[in-house]
């Protein structure tokens, strides 16, 4: 596990003072943000976090007299340079030319795993996680919305009448769409399709031969499309086993639920599990409709429970928009009941809507289609812009570039936030978006291409005291902190947050810290900040599922 040793060294000296561990001490101990208005300290220690554990005396003095006092028994040496007080923290400045040696040797030793090797993940236990997310359905095109209701009986049914077999071949989830607009439409005016559409559910469950096998047809030509679509995202799964896989073990789930006399049969003739703090029925869940069939719920408990005895995991994440908080708050309320205390471990990570998004095909958004128009927006911008190199292969950097675009689009804000969707927002190549990051990347690994013949790893940091260097470097510092926060509330808006930052502090520095016509040692000082800078805005580009682009 690497260390930083500014931060081990702090808390070495606080340890003595305050008479605590260090290893108690290095969560306390935190990276200055960077200042653009003024120089900053490095490292703060917030007194009231460590002064409170110590001790619970009520006649505790006032905090800023703590901190003050705190303060003056410590001591500057070879590591900190000066210590300083600000309202209820100690400040901590690092030796300057031990600051760039320390940052830079750290970032190229560790390689990809920069930040992820810190101290501060060394307290975490390793454990394995099920995180089931996505979940389209069957013979749905990917919508940039949330998909969730079962379709597949009406589906069934509109095949039988309006489904084409060649068409289906050629362009599966196509034809597989107009199918239930059709369907949808002609049950909106006749009952007996909705009648039939029931009916070829309650027959999928029975596992009739002949249901199955086209619902079997649908799964594997979706699941085919899926694998393409998901390979433009760079996303792999290990597994492809959706809520529809398990209509025959939620009748198990339903058998163990009578035994355990949670099961109760409302007037409709519905099974429900009454979640009621006064077991009074006034909120339940229906499990069962009344001809017998399973519900979400039901397939959802069977997978719970199946995955848990398959994986035997740690963690069970779910992620799906905000609408279904109440499903997963009664799912895991339901498994509960059942005795499964493991439960407690299962979490639900919600995200908002995208307002106000279309593509030029029209309003129904699907996601191929956002990410063809992302690519063929960016081209026509690439096209249009004097900076533009030749590229070998332009399509395949504006696909990138564009999924860079909308990736930080999603990610900026909270995910269970709701956002109003603009192209030209989005696409822009100055501002905070993916685009400015995949031009700072382009930019940075150009100079090192440009600077092959200066390039050296013994440096001399004297080179790297200007105020736009030192910022790169303390901002290089907090990025273990960014990856363990967003760990802790798996919200990637802090790693955006701080890459959108990084992008900026290196724009300003490449303009006035030039490495072409600068003394050969401060060109070689240089170029290594700019690589060190360039090799983190690519390691949490990538965290964020986008391929960094090495031209633009």
């Not at 978006?433 to 995949?438: D, K, N, R, S």
Request: glycine share 4%; charged share 25%; hydrophobic share 40%.
């Amino acid at each position: 596990m690497a260390a930083c040793p500014f931060r081990r060294s702090i808390a070495a000296q606080l340890s003595r003072v305050l008479n605590l561990p260090p290893e108690n001490l290095i969560k306390s101990i935190s990276a200055l943000p960077v200042s653009k208005k003024r120089p900053v300290a490095d490292f703060q220690l917030f007194v009231g976090s460590v002064i409170e554990n110590k001790s619970s005396d009520h006649s505790k003095p006032d905090l800023q007299l703590q901190t003050q006092r705190l303060a003056e028994k410590l001591k500057c040496d070879t590591v900190v340079r000066e210590i300083s007080t600000g309202p209820g923290t100690v400040n901590f400045t690092i030796n300057r030319e031990l600051l760039a040696k320390t940052v830079l040797q750290q970032v190229f030793k560790d390689g990809s795993e920069y930040g992820i090797k810190s101290e501060l993940f060394s307290t975490l236990p390793r454990g394995k996680i099920v995180i089931e997310f996505s979940s389209p359905n069957i013979a749905k095109k990917f919508h940039v919305g949330h998909l969730r209701s079962t379709i597949i009986g009406l589906l069934g049914a509109g095949f039988q009448q309006f489904g084409n077999e060649d068409k289906l071949k050629s362009n599966p989830l196509e034809h597989l769409f107009e199918v239930y607009v059709q369907v949808n439409k002609a049950a909106a005016e006749d009952e007996n399709i909705k009648k039939l559409a029931q009916d070829f559910f309650r027959k999928l469950e029975a596992r009739d031969e002949q249901i199955l096998s086209m619902w079997q047809h649908f799964r594997d030509f979706s699941i085919e499309e899926y694998v393409r679509i998901y390979k433009r995202l760079g996303v792999h799964f290990d597994e492809y086993s959706g809520e529809s896989f398990y209509q025959e073990k939620s009748q198990e789930v339903l058998k163990m639920l009578d035994a355990r006399g949670l099961l109760q049969k409302t007037i409709k003739g519905t099974r429900v599990v009454d979640l009621s703090e006064k077991r009074d029925l006034s909120l339940c869940s229906t499990v069962m409709r009344s001809d017998g069939t399973s519900l979400y719920i039901t397939r959802d408990l069977a997978a719970a429970i199946d995955r848990m005895m398959k994986y035997n995991c740690d963690t069970m994440i779910y992620v799906t928009d905000k609408s279904q908080n109440a499903h997963f708050e009664q799912l895991f309320q339901i498994l509960k009941l059942m005795g499964y205390q493991w439960a407690e471990r299962c979490q639900h990570v919600s995200f908002g809507l995208v307002q106000g998004m279309k593509t030029r095909k029209g309003e129904v958004v699907f996601l191929e289609d956002v990410l063809n128009e992302a690519r063929s927006r960016m081209l026509q911008n690439m096209a249009a812009a004097k900076t533009t190199k030749e590229l070998e292969n332009p399509l395949e950097t504006a696909e990138k570039i564009g999924l860079a675009a909308l990736i930080i689009q999603d990610f900026k804000g909270l995910l269970s936030s709701n956002y109003q969707f603009s192209w030209d927002r989005v696409l822009q190549s100055r501002g905070d978006t993916g685009v400015f990051l995949q031009y700072t990347h382009a930019r940075l690994h150009s100079l090192e291409q440009m600077c092959r013949d200066r390039q050296s790893t013994d440096i001399n940091t004297a080179c790297l005291q200007d105020p736009q260097a030192i910022s790169i470097l303390q901002h290089l510092l907090s990025y273990d902190e960014v990856l363990y926060k967003s760990s802790e509330d798996l919200q990637p808006k802090h790693i955006v947050s701080y890459l959108l930052t990084l992008s900026h502090l290196a724009a300003v520095a490449h303009k006035t810290l030039p490495v072409k016509g600068s003394a050969p040692e401060q060109a070689q000082a240089r170029l290594r900040l700019f690589q060190a800078a360039r090799s983190v805005l690519a390691n949490g580009m990538k965290l964020l599922g986008i391929t960094p682009v090495s031209q633009m």
